[in-house]
């Protein structure tokens, strides 16, 4: 089997190009009428119903029903284990390359419909048409890359010769994996951490978030069309808190990859970590989790194209991102006249609804997001002075307003933990040396960005920057597959590098086998 070289999927340009833009409003539309309809669990390829339901809402319509989803209790999430343990006798042993095969036609398929995909999103969880078009570009891009990493995986591995043997690396499976994903970036993430586990040889068991069951579904129906087999992925959308512990804990589980908040992540790692009762194995836990990140910005800095990185790395998707940039730590030379122009900026940011080809900010993701980001501004204005943000959106969704709170304290609530929306706040510092202090202030490690045009001040952030990925004269948002490995440091995660080359390793275990030979 042969594949071409990886190249990341282009993004779609919603300003200049007609045909783009038309695609997308037809998908759009055509989403539009599928919406509010009912879905079902799926576990060893079987649709189930229940009475309990779990229905998805439009964020920025908030009556708006995006779909009606069968919701698993505890028993059903145990079935799932069971199906997934089944089917791994299987698929565990069909060849890589028909595991690669189903995830590069997976790959195929999102890329046909890549406007749906998008709109779904648009619908389910706000985001803008290019944010929406990313995420789907990254989905695709995590399908081309690990179907490419397993080739290179599956081939033999590298060994030192010894005379008179013949000896072999071989990876192999784990067994059945526990999926479980964000909304924030609910194809690309759930698509990344899925296509890992199953291209390597494991079966999965996928819990969507409770906030974008439907995307989750569109992607089960993918891998179907591809040719998944039954039992392969289990598709069990079910709220975190019921069916978690189950799935985390279950004796056939080897291993769950997570990306979320800390505390879950931190609660799975610590559940998996305990031997129940008939578990033959160590679990492992891939667990990327969330950030507080800051961008540096030196006085001897273009201020223009830092305020453009800030503006872009704070607000895009209303920074409901982990990499999302939301401190600025600017050195005093320049603190003055950065927040001028960073007020300016943020100002002509276009707020409203997420269906229309200008809307640069949507809502944000539910109402208890909203109370708590409603809640850090208010805490803010309390730590330092409010520089730009007005009380309230647009009423028919969840809208919170670019809010900047400038004169922060390196130590303030609002410097030191995740807010998960759109807030940043702008720490003045005395020199270089004190911001890269500042910056490395959190529990958190996971993204950051410098604006210097000092080589030297560049040298020395990458060596005390302590991120797990740092970004110079650029925003700190918007890793690419393959060109930037994604994960990050202490409370940040595990840095299993998503979309690099160690990423599926985390999915495998390697066997050794040495064959003496006759001389
Ligand atoms: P979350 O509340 O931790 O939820 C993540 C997933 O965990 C959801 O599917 C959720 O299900 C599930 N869950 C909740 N409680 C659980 C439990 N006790 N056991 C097992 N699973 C449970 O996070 P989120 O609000 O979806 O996402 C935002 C967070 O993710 C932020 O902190 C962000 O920084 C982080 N994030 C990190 C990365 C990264 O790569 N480092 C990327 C994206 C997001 P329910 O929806 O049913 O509760």
Redesign the pocket.
């Known amino acids: 089997m042969e594949l071409s070289d990886f190249r990341n999927e282009p993004a779609s340009d919603f300003k200049g190009n007609p045909e783009h833009i038309r695609r997308m409003k037809e998908a759009l539309e055509e989403v539009r009428k599928e919406l509010g309809r009912e879905y079902d669990i799926v576990i060893g390829g079987k649709r189930i119903k229940t009475d309990d339901q779990l229905t998805s809402y439009n964020p920025a319509q908030k009556d708006q029903v995006v779909g009606v989803f069968s919701k698993a209790d505890k028993g059903l999430a145990e079935q799932a284990i069971l199906a997934a343990d089944q089917a791994f006798k299987g698929w565990s042993r069909t060849a890589a390359e028909d595991r690669i095969a189903l995830v590069v036609e997976t790959a195929r398929i999102l890329r046909e419909r890549k406007y749906h995909y998008a709109a779904w999103m648009v619908y389910e969880v706000g985001k803008s048409w290019a944010e929406a078009d990313a995420d789907v570009a990254e989905a695709i891009d995590f399908c081309e890359f690990y179907a490419r990493d397993m080739l290179r995986l599956a081939k033999p591995q590298p060994l030192t010769p010894v005379q008179g043997e013949r000896n072999y690396l071989r990876y192999i499976p784990l067994g059945v994996g526990v999926v ?6 609910p194809l690309a ?1 759930l698509v990344g951490m899925t296509v890992a586990s199953i291209v390597t040889g494991n079966t999965a068991v996928v ?5 974008s069951p439907a995307i989750g579904y569109k992607f089960f129906e993918a891998l179907e069309r591809a040719g998944l087999p039954a039992g392969v992925v289990n598709y069990v959308p ?4 019921a069916v ?2 189950v ?2 804990t279950h004796p056939r589980t080897r291993y769950v990859a ?8 931190l ?2 790692n610590e559940l998996a970590a305990k031997r129940t009762p008939g578990q033959l194995w160590v679990k492992r836990v891939v667990a ?4 507080k990140d800051s961008i540096v910005i030196d006085a001897e800095t273009d201020l223009g194209a830092a305020v453009e990185g800030v503006v872009a790395s704070t607000f895009g998707y209303q920074g409901q ?2 990499s999302a940039c939301s401190r600025a730590i600017v050195v005093e030379k320049v603190y003055d006249a950065f927040l001028g122009m960073l007020k300016q900026r943020v100002e002509q940011i276009k707020v409203g609804q997420p269906v229309e080809p200008d809307t640069y900010m949507g809502p944000v993701i539910n109402a208890s997001a909203r109370k708590q980001i409603l809640a850090y501004i208010e805490q803010g204005k309390k730590e330092g002075r409010l520089l730009t943000g007005k009380d309230d959106g647009p009423g028919s969704g969840y809208f919170v307003m670019p809010t900047v709170i400038a004169d922060v304290a390196p130590n303030a609530t609002i410097s030191l933990e ?1 807010i ?1 929306g759109p807030v940043l706040a702008v720490i003045k510092a005395q020199s270089f040396d004190e911001a890269l202090e500042i910056a490395n202030n959190t529990e958190y490690g ?1 993204t950051g960005a410098v604006y210097t045009k000092n080589r030297r001040k560049l040298e020395k952030a990458a060596e005390q920057f302590h991120v797990g990925n740092l970004y110079f004269n650029r925003k700190c948002t918007g890793a690419m597959v393959g060109a930037h490995p ?3 440091f202490n409370m ?2 595990t840095d299993s590098k ?1 979309g690099g080359h160690d990423y599926l390793l985390l999915f495998m275990q390697a066997k050794t086998l040495a064959e003496k030979v006759a001389m």
């Open positions: 479980i994903p964000p909304w924030n970036f993430i819990k969507p978030s409770s906030d079910g709220s975190g808190s978690g512990d799935l985390v997570f990306t979320g908040s800390k505390d879950v992540g609660r799975i990327e989790m969330g950030g991102k982990c995740e998960f996971l994604f994960g990050g940040s995660g998503a």
